[in-house]
């Protein structure tokens, strides 16, 4: 009937002899896959499927059917459902049943072994095939009272794996699996009184095609522009863009470049001359990712200078003074100066080598955790802000600083700076070759436990890191 939705899932009603009530409900998607990995054994009540529209309004039942206990018994167990003992954790994947499974991941000396305790009801006993879908590398022991069967899994790709014969009875059953092999990951158990496999339609999907028509373009001497063709294949909701230093590299989250739905990818700030080799893969919507199309880039070179400019080389105003804490020479202001006066300078003469683009670096030690430690940077420039001057915040999070930097008590960082403006974000200047006058200006009232300023670096390679810069925080230096 055309303008009306059609039904998006549906029901399997289990309903005993000449009773129309349900007496258990078990869901369906469109492809006709249980919602609950369940699927239905043989009992001597009758059966029928009811059509739900997304407002949860049934349809009509089905002719009911009789499902015989000549038929085989089957049944899915989800792992991450059953009771977990750590090392055993739930992981999410895309590509899992329910978008779950368990994993053997050790986090703590202490742990040992992983357990995953299991409930389940059985319409009759019988002897029971066991398989489970595991990827890793390791092994597995399940348990049921007395008994016990193993397996082992040995790919880094989900299989199915046989674990063994178990007799079980009617009624409640109690299953155990038990492991030590960390990454070792559990999705589903299948359980049936005969020897076939699970079934294909419980699977996931296969991979996409790979991506097809990787190229890469040169926007600017330090802007690359990757760029593919677009996926025929619906399924497909995104591109992963990982980049590393050698060929056919392993792709993990370390090495992600950026992941979203368009065909285009950008990445900058490698040194001049650098080879590196990018993957491009396509993911559909349960987040299988297809094979990498691998593109190689050698980044052009082009003249860089680099301007180092030391606290206590700069010219000193409005109250600033020169200090030294934990071996390092800085400048700050111990007295607080009048917030309606010049703000407090430090000034060096800088002889720019070169014409060009200079990213903004300096080691410096913040404020504190709850006002954020303002620095301004001043130069003859010809930003998009028309040579305003940057309002620079330095980080100030540390829990440790919540009442400010005490003297003698610094923790000195090296970072980029951020200008942020009404024209947007930027961490650079453009300065023009010969003789400039670059300036930082301090926060007046800040004192005397405001930021202290060691060094500024100026440098055109967008590869430039200072002197023992390091990404992560240390509270020790």
């Known amino acids: ?24 409900r078990i869901g369906f998607r469109e492809d006709g896959s249980s919602t609950t990995g369940r699927t239905i054994d043989p009992w001597p009540g009758l059966s029928g499927v009811a059509a739900v529209e997304h407002s949860g309004l049934e349809g009509l039942l089905s002719e009911e059917v009789t499902i015989t206990p000549a038929e085989p018994a089957r049944r899915y167990l989800e792992p991450e459902e059953g009771d977990l003992r750590p090392p055993a954790r739930v992981a999410f994947e895309g590509g899992c049943s329910g978008d779950r499974y368990v994993r053997i991941w050790h986090e703590a000396s202490h742990e040992t072994a992983g357990q995953i305790a299991l409930s389940l009801r059985l319409s009759r006993a019988a002897e029971y095939v066991v398989q489970a879908r595991l990827r890793g590398h390791g092994s597995l022991t399940l348990r049921c009272a007395d008994q016990q069967t193993a397996g082992r899994s040995s790919s880094d790709a989900w299989q199915w794996q046989p674990l063994g014969r178990l007799r079980l009875p009617a009624g409640e059953v109690s299953l155990q699996i038990e492991s030590d092999s960390d990454g070792l990951a559990v999705d589903l158990l299948w359980l049936t ?12 999907p296969t991979a996409p095609a790979a991506v097809q028509g990787l190229r890469g373009e040169f926007r600017e001497p330090n802007l690359l522009q990757l760029s593919w063709t677009a996926s025929a294949d619906p399924a497909v909701t995104r591109y992963d863009v990982h980049v590393g230093a050698a060929p056919r590299f392993t792709a993990d989250n370390s090495s992600l470049l950026s992941s979203a739905a368009a065909t285009t990818a950008c990445d900058w700030g ?4 650098r080879v590196v080799y990018y993957q491009v893969r396509a993911v559909s919507s349960r987040g299988i990712a297809a094979a990498p199309a691998e593109l190689r880039v050698v980044w052009p070179t082009w003249p860089t200078a680099t301007v180092e400019l030391a606290a206590s080389a700069a010219r000193l105003s409005g109250g600033l003074q020169p200090g030294v804490s934990r071996g390092v020479e800085h400048v700050w202001l111990p007295l607080p100066a009048a917030a309606s006066g010049p703000r407090p300078r430090a000034e060096w003469e800088v002889v720019v080598p070169r014409a060009g683009r200079y990213y903004v670096w300096a080691r410096y030690a913040t404020y504190d955790a709850r006002t954020v430690g303002l620095l301004w940077l001043t130069a003859p420039s010809e930003q998009r802000a028309m040579g305003v001057n940057w309002r620079l915040r330095l980080p100030g999070t540390l829990p440790r600083h ?12 090296s970072d980029k700076w951020l200008a942020g403006f009404w024209a947007g974000p930027t961490d650079y200047l453009d300065l023009s070759a010969g003789t400039q006058r670059v300036g930082v200006e301090f926060e007046p009232t800040q004192s005397p436990r405001g930021p202290r300023l060691a060094t500024v670096w100026l440098s055109s390679d967008p590869s430039f890191r200072p002197p023992g810069y390091d990404p992560r925080i240390d509270f020790v230096k």
């Open 193 to 204: 009184t005969t020897a076939e496999p699970p079934p294909m339609v419980d699977d996931r």
């Open 270 to 273: 490698l040194a001049p001359g």
């Open 402 to 413: 919540l009442n400010g930097v005490e003297p003698g008590a610094e923790i000195w960082f």
């Open 1 to 24: 009937m055309r303008g009306v939705a059609p039904a998006r899932r549906w029901f399997l009603l289990l309903l005993l002899p000449a009773v129309a009530l349900a007496d258990e």
